[in-house]
């Protein structure tokens, strides 16, 4: 079998098991529902049957919002570890998700109206990311040395999270309990009505990811290399860091700082395929980020009756492990 008909299989193995787990979490939940029902929810709606508004107005949204927040993360982690030249790198060990954190808590905390908003949010989000996004690549300039940038976003990660208890601790109780419930990650926040919103910015940003796929690929050999081909090194750069402040703000103002999937997935991808062709990995990472937050998403439903877990929560669980394992790996 030639290497090109097994990355086949396994993007048709990805794609099956996403179409799968999104018609398993339809169905799966609290109230027993039949295929009759999710038929109906869609293609012949009442307003007055409540298995059918549960599943278009509750399980849709989640299933969509576990499918978009699992294929941006993983592709935001794929330009960051590109970007870097290190498999440790991330939106989250680097400091960009700390930066969305951060604005989003100054938002809620603050009790001011227009932050509770979708724009309010989205936008305070984006700025975070952005503005950390920058801040990590100015610092990559000085921070040769890997390790030493992972430091760094640990340390800047640490230095978020005590202004942010700083504002924890000065917040009215009501502010107080909406932040902690959106810091623990959930999928549940999302509306239908949020759904096409969040979905377009998700379209725009993958789109925007196959302009620059021919720099990526020359990026893998150094910078002097890309300069060479006639790439602009700066405007690449200040590319990656949008796209992927894009994608860790959208979905950290939805549903909260997720962890280790856009550092996970995107190395669990590369082990796969053992390519640098980063279209290949672009829809790659897309359809197996996509699976592994569907996967969680479904698990969590089936422990529902026994223990609620949040979505951030399990991510760690199942991705620190894996991300253990690169690094024991890397040091050898």
């Known amino acids: 079998m030639t290497s090109s008909n097994s990355y086949r299989i396994l993007l048709l193995i990805a794609l099956l098991g996403i179409l799968l787990f999104s018609f398993l979490g339809l169905l799966i939940g609290d109230i027993p529902t039949a295929e009759k029902d999710l038929y109906n929810a869609f293609f012949n709606p009442s307003e007055d049957n409540m298995v059918e508004l549960i599943i278009r107005e509750i399980r849709f949204p989640r299933v969509s919002i576990a499918i978009i927040s699992g294929a941006a993360l993983a592709i935001a982690g794929m330009l960051m570890q590109t970007l870097f030249q290190n498999p440790l790198a991330g939106p989250y060990v680097l400091g960009i998700n700390s930066g969305a954190s951060l604005m989003v808590a100054l938002g809620l905390l603050s009790g001011i109206g227009f932050f509770n908003s979708d724009l309010g949010l989205i936008g305070s989000a984006l700025l975070g990311a952005l503005v950390f996004g920058l801040f ?3 610092t990559a300039s000085f921070l040769r040395n890997q390790i030493g940038l ?3 976003g640990v340390m800047l990660g640490s230095f978020v999270a005590a202004i942010i208890t700083i504002l924890e601790a000065s917040s009215q109780a009501e502010a107080l309990k909406a932040f902690a419930l959106w810091s623990m990650g959930s999928l549940n926040a999302v509306t239908l009505e949020q759904v096409p919103l969040i979905a ?3 379209v725009l940003g993958c789109i925007t990811t196959l302009f620059i796929v021919k720099p990526l690929n020359v990026l ?3 910078e002097d290399e890309c300069r060479l081909m006639g790439y602009n090194i700066k405007r690449l750069r200040l590319s990656i860091v949008f796209i992927t402040a894009l994608f860790t703000g959208l979905i950290t103002a939805y549903c909260g700082p997720i962890a280790f999937v856009g550092l996970a997935v995107p ?7 053992k390519t640098q062709n980063h279209l ?3 829809v ?16 969590i439903q089936l422990l529902s009756g026994t223990i609620l877990i949040p ?3 399990l991510t760690s669980l199942l991705g620190a492990p894996f991300v253990i394992y690169i690094l024991i790996r890397k040091l050898r």
């Not at 190395?267 to 395929?273: A, G, K, S, V």
């Open 136 to 138: 990590i690549l100015f």
């Open 280 to 282: 290949m990995l672009l």
């Open 150 to 152: 992972l430091l760094f």
């Open 220 to 222: 893998v050999l150094g």
């Open 267 to 273: 190395n669990l991808t590369r082990m796969l395929f």
């Open 284 to 299: 790659a990472n897309l359809l197996f980020g996509a699976f592994f937050m569907l996967s969680c998403d479904l698990l």
């Open 311 to 313: 979505i951030n929560a």
């Open 200 to 202: 377009l910015v998700f």
